[in-house]
């Protein structure tokens, strides 16, 4: 536990670091502006549509779940924390994919899914969550080219890259029973207990996508709601900051640094990296003065906020229960 919490500080104090830096180098770029708020509707509308974000992806997480659940009192809101909690661990760890494995421990702690039924949720979310935003920056990238450019042939080659993800996994789903999303890791050796963790994750994962087409689609459909409110938060930064503009370079610079900057800057949360490319990228749609107050308030909506709720969840999801009183836990009978 106090490894934990110390990796954690770590992480929030490495990612500060690195924001800080940022936002020195992009005020010796733009001389000494004060940051300030010039309009409050567009902020207060920015923080509405981050939470509208957080409650989507606990809706796509329950929709997933829900013919699994073996306790009957889950509500959507438990998903959403759970979302919340694994977010928080997702942006402040320096290892990759470290929420993974904690949102599944938080679902079969919280929620009672096993492990392999847990995993297959948190996996075929994070597809859909990729697949929506891919696809999007794909098409904005390639019919939007005052930002970057992208040639046809690498249009689709990228195209056919995720087309053959999903006949992979449609592929994957058709010679897996299913069955077994529920089974025990048996006791042997350390490569025995991995095929039975694979098998585990992999039926559980066909599970979940053989609810039906209908479900996934409604998942899909509610994965681009999430993606157009969290892409609308730029803009409205833009505007909070005293902005008028075009929204749509500003949609696309959001798309490139969520799908190629932040997955490759090396720090917790993409801190440092995203905020130096959400500046190059809309400093020739915005005056000088306003780039820095541009580039906080958007990372305080899309960064920040999401970082405070999420520890106030890992806190309320570990202290206010008590320890193991859960619905996955022994102690809840």
Not at 117 to 128: D, P, Y
Not at 255 to 275: H, R
Request: some cysteine; glycine content about 14%; aromatic content about 10%.
């Amino acid at each position: 536990m106090r490894s934990g919490r110390r990796s954690a500080l770590l992480g929030l104090a490495v990612g500060l670091l690195s924001t800080l830096v940022a936002l020195w180098i992009i005020t010796s770029k733009v001389g000494d502006s004060v940051p300030r708020v010039v309009d409050y509707w567009p902020l207060f509308a920015g923080v509405g549509v981050a939470i509208a974000g957080w409650i989507v992806q606990g809706m796509v997480m329950y929709i997933l779940a829900r013919p699994q659940l073996t306790v009957k009192s889950v509500h959507p809101m438990d998903m959403v924390r759970i979302y919340l909690a694994a977010a928080f661990i997702g942006n402040v760890s320096p290892i990759r994919g470290a929420e993974i494995p904690y949102e599944v421990y938080l679902l079969r702690r919280r929620v009672g899914l096993p492990v392999g039924l847990g995993g297959g949720v948190v996996f075929t979310r994070g597809m859909l969550n990729s697949s929506v935003i891919g696809a999007a920056s794909l098409v904005g990238v390639f019919f939007f080219s005052g930002l970057t450019h992208l040639s046809p042939q690498e249009f689709v080659a990228a195209l056919a890259l995720l087309v053959g993800v999903w006949a992979f996994v449609a592929w994957l789903v058709r010679r897996t029973s299913g069955e077994g999303g529920a089974r025990r890791i048996g006791r042997g050796g350390v490569f025995s207990r991995l095929f039975g963790l694979y098998r585990e994750l992999r039926e559980g994962f066909a599970l979940v996508w053989k609810q039906g087409p209908r479900v996934i689609a409604l998942c899909v459909l509610l994965m681009a709601v999430y993606w157009a409110l969290r892409l609308a938060i730029g803009p409205l930064a833009l505007m909070a900051a005293g902005w008028e503009g075009n929204w749509l370079p500003v949609i696309v610079a959001q798309m490139i640094i969520t799908s190629f900057v932040i997955p490759l800057t090396p720090t917790p949360g993409g801190s440092g990296g995203a905020e130096l490319s959400f500046a190059a990228l809309i400093s020739p749609l915005v005056q000088p003065a306003m780039l820095l107050s541009g580039v906080l308030i958007w990372r305080g909506l899309t960064y920040f906020l999401l970082l405070l709720a999420g520890a106030f969840f890992v806190g309320w999801l570990h202290l206010h229960h008590g320890r193991g009183a859960g619905p996955g836990s022994p102690s809840s009978g």
